[in-house]
């Protein structure tokens, strides 16, 4: 079973969430997995502790054109699909926007007169962490100034194969890399708060599932701030309202703590418990 | 000298567009000749890279300046080595054949 935990807006506890299901899954299954995709700012890691038992380094190939040998003819520009080279035979330019590059290769084929090699980029790492004799944590991490985050994302879900339940920490949005955590999963909870932000966001991320026809719920984090348009949206389109943690300085604490609720009140345990239950139950309808 | 104006349309009564890559339609017009062509612009909704794409489209067409009203990071570097002079215009309901009035002048 893998399970995303997502939001729209950022800051709604997606970690939160992830980090102390990860706790309570940990005692009820064989095998489990959270991985940290939110590779912009990864932090499980200071919530779970773990010995790293390997840590790759992701990279990618980049073209690089050789001025003396190009002939300018374009090819390389017509064949690439994501606008990353400019082409201008009567200025004789060539440029590469580095940032664009897909690394499909289709340049380096394309081109006739040899004019073309490729070096390797660094963009991040996949740490992978032991926690304990069946449960490990894995971490994208992405280099500062690196432009996608795709490439080290899908790196790093690749590391977690062969796993009985596999935790995803998404990024906050519904751009690409939230779109690479989801496509994986079986069961999306999406993070919300009870506030106009909060609502909107999520309208945003459930639009984004709709069209991707995946099986979702939804968790509000810290109720009683805001208001009650959320409850009364979710009524409204059905969508199941998986847990509510209330606005609770104590809660608060704990997290910038780097503890884990369930370890420290025993009621949350059970209650993230019952999430997980309840994913369990809506996967399998 | 060529300039590329970036337009919301295909006429001179169209205000600027105030994005580069992303405008509705390219307006080149030669200060010279007086004449003005309106281009559509085809990397409006490109996925990505529509600034490069557009600059590929502007300085295949041998503009010397290009006026919008903002343009993206990845495009000003590459306009800069290319020596094509940027402006920017604030006022977007400014219209094209004001554009081309001032800077025929």
């Known amino acids: 079973m893998r399970i995303a935990i997502a939001s729209g807006k950022g800051g709604t506890g997606k970690t939160f969430v992830s980090t102390n299901l990860f706790a309570v899954a940990e005692k009820e299954f064989h095998n489990v997995t959270l991985v940290d995709c939110d590779a912009e700012e990864p932090n499980v890691s200071e919530f779970i502790n773990g010995k790293t038992i390997s840590t790759e380094i992701i990279k990618q190939h980049l073209p690089v054109i050789d001025k003396e040998a190009c002939v300018y003819c374009g090819k390389c520009r017509h064949w690439c699909n994501y606008n990353a080279i400019i082409c201008l035979p009567d200025n004789k330019q060539i440029y590469l926007i580095e940032d664009l590059c897909h690394d499909c290769g289709a340049c380096l084929a394309a081109c006739q007169y040899n004019a073309i090699t490729e070096i390797e980029k660094r963009l991040g790492t996949v740490s992978v962490k032991q926690c304990s004799n069946h449960s490990r944590t894995i971490e994208a991490r992405l280099d500062i100034g690196v432009y996608s985050p795709i490439s080290v994302i899908k790196a790093a879900l690749n590391k977690a194969q062969d796993t009985e339940i596999m935790l995803i920490d998404s990024p906050p949005g519904i751009s690409c890399s939230f779109i690479a955590t989801i496509v994986p999963a079986d069961f999306i909870v999406l993070v919300t708060e009870p506030t106009p932000f909060g609502l909107n966001d999520l309208k945003l991320s459930v639009e984004t599932l709709e069209q991707l026809k995946k099986t979702f719920g939804v968790v509000v984090n810290r109720t009683g701030l805001g208001d009650d348009r959320v409850y009364d949206w979710l009524e409204e389109k059905q969508i199941p309202l998986l847990m509510k943690i209330p606005f609770d300085k104590n809660i608060a604490r704990i997290y910038s703590q780097s503890r884990l609720l369930v370890r420290e009140d025993p009621s949350y345990a059970i209650h993230f418990l019952n999430l997980l239950k309840a994913i369990e139950g809506l996967c399998k309808k | ?105």
Do not use: W
């Open chain 2, 1 to 105: 000298m060529k300039i590329a104006i970036t337009s919301t349309g295909n006429s001179p009564e169209s205000t600027l567009d105030s994005r580069f890559g992303r405008c509705s339609y390219f307006v080149i017009y030669d200060t010279e000749s007086g004449t003005t062509e309106f281009i559509p612009n085809p990397n409006k909704e490109a996925m990505e890279g529509a600034g490069p794409a557009s600059i590929q489209l502007v300085a295949s067409k041998g503009v010397e300046k290009v006026i919008s009203g903002e343009f993206g990071g990845k495009v000003k570097a590459i306009f800069d080595s290319l020596k094509i002079q940027l402006v920017i215009v604030n006022d977007r309901t400014m219209t094209i054949a004001h554009i081309i009035e001032m800077v025929s002048k």
